[in-house]
């Protein structure tokens, strides 16, 4: 282990983690984006979006509004994007994920991420699970830590028995959940979640859901959701996101954050109502 994957070893032992008071030791990561462009294009503005330590933190609001690029500066996913760059900070555990000697690769080891679309490697299952602890060099039993992780994810007793199976020979449901297991091997804090179940059906899609329920045990979890019974069926915490076309562009922001039952029953701003009650998409 080089000294930048030292720097970035320390966000793990939690109790190490150096706290203040605009950082409480209940928040996971500090997300405070004030601009977000790509290339000139204004993304999104003004979010403060801090994501709770063993919470579900849904993202809802109108397609275009920023909600997968908020999750993607969670863990440097945007870096892959050239034109991308922001104005603000992202804190894990009081690390500054953007400093210069944070490695994308080792960060995205702690914060891991499910995408929409399920999307094994063309490998077996167990290369698939297997595939980040490799990536890292781990040390420990890789056959019983890829067990683990398919238990984590409720799929071991579905595929314990073919497991040198290619991974797309899966059913879609459990692609994704060969996905949790795969983003979860190398023992994460975090999970980023962008619409893990909007190419699943409705059975997949609770299952999915209980799973989740289960892993916040575990891990602290953002998800995005277009779905919003899904956000008040699974989020402990809710942002919602709106767009902003006052200056001639569509810039998402954040409108408000609160517990979700509060942001379904009681919210502050009438364009989250509007938006609860279904007045616009
Ligand atoms: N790689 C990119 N290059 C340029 N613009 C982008 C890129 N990714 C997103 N955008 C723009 O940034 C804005 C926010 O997009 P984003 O994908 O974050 O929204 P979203 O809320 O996730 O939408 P959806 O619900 O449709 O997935 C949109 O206007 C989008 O066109
Ligand atoms: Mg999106």
Not at 171 to 191: D, F, M, V
Request: proline share 4%; aromatic share 8%.
């Amino acid at each position: 282990m080089n000294a930048t994957a030292e720097a970035m070893a320390i966000p793990t032992a939690v109790n190490a983690v150096p706290t203040t008071a605009a950082m409480p030791a209940s928040i996971a990561i500090d997300c405070k984006l004030d601009k977000v462009f790509y290339g000139d294009f204004l993304a999104v503005r003004d979010s403060h979006v801090p994501i709770e330590k063993g919470k579900i933190t849904g993202f809802i609001g109108p397609s275009g509004c920023g909600k997968s690029t908020v999750l993607r500066c969670l863990n440097r996913m945007n870096d892959l994007i050239k034109i991308f760059r922001f104005q603000g900070h992202v804190h894990f555990h009081g690390q500054d994920v953007y400093a210069r000697n944070v490695d994308p690769v080792i960060l995205r080891r702690y914060i891991g991420m499910v995408f929409q679309q399920p999307n094994p490697f063309t490998m077996s299952i167990f290369d698939n699970v297997a595939f980040g602890l490799r990536l890292n060099r781990f040390k420990g039993n890789l056959q019983e830590q890829v067990e683990k992780s398919l238990r984590r994810a409720a799929l071991w007793d579905e595929v314990k028995d073919k497991l040198n199976n290619s991974g797309l020979s899966l059913s879609g449901g459990q692609q994704q959940r060969l996905c949790i297991a795969r983003a979860i091997a190398t023992e994460p804090s975090i999970l980023l979640m962008d619409e893990p179940c909007s190419a699943l059906d409705p059975v997949a899609t609770r299952r999915i859901e209980e799973l989740m329920i289960e892993l916040k045990a575990k891990y602290t979890i953002a998800l995005v959701t277009h779905n919003m019974q899904q956000a008040m069926r699974v989020a402990d915490k809710t942002a919602f996101f709106g767009v902003d076309i006052s200056k001639g562009g569509r810039t998402g922001y954040l409108v408000e954050m609160g517990d979700t039952q509060q942001i379904f029953e009681n919210p502050k701003e009438d364009l989250t109502k509007k938006y609860i009650r279904g007045e616009f998409s």
